[in-house]
Nanobody, 125 residues
Framework: HVQLVESGGGSVQAGGSLRLSCVVQ????????MGWFRQAPGKDREGVAA???????SYADSVSGRFTISRDNDKNTVYPQMNSLKPEDTAVYYC????????????????????WGQGTQVTVS
């Protein structure tokens, strides 16, 4: 298990942008596969984006072309840049990580991850 700290959520108007952050607290865990999920009220949690050990990325169809996930290895932080936000993007966003570093991960596949952040609210109106 590794501790993850998310930040960057907030309220934004439709068409706007937000950048979330997820810091991996333990520097022993670097370049580990990480993902972002979200859960809207009354809906199941869904995958949004993922980045693997090698920097390969994958996205849900609903955000492809609008969201970009990246990693700053020096800061041990993963960022989803969210552009052209829509009201349907409103949800609690969760960061997830694979501290076992099994190298690869796929967007939305929860079994790829065993550590989870506390979540950060994103509201688009």
């Amino acid at each position: 298990h590794v501790q993850l700290v998310e930040s960057g959520g907030g309220s934004v108007q439709a068409g706007g942008s937000l950048r979330l952050s997820c810091v991996v607290q333990d520097n022993l865990y670097r370049r580990i596969p990480m993902g972002w999920f979200r859960q809207a009220p009354g809906k199941d949690r869904e995958g949004v984006a993922a980045i693997d050990h090698f920097g390969g990325t994958s996205y849900a169809d609903s955000v492809s072309g609008r969201f970009t996930i990246s990693r700053d290895n020096d800061k041990n932080t993963v960022y989803p840049q969210m552009n052209s936000l829509k009201p349907e993007d409103t949800a609690v966003y969760y960061c997830a990580a694979d501290p076992l570093d099994r190298k690869y991960c796929t967007v939305g596949r929860e079994s790829d991850f065993s550590s989870w952040g506390q979540g950060t609210q994103v509201t688009v109106s």
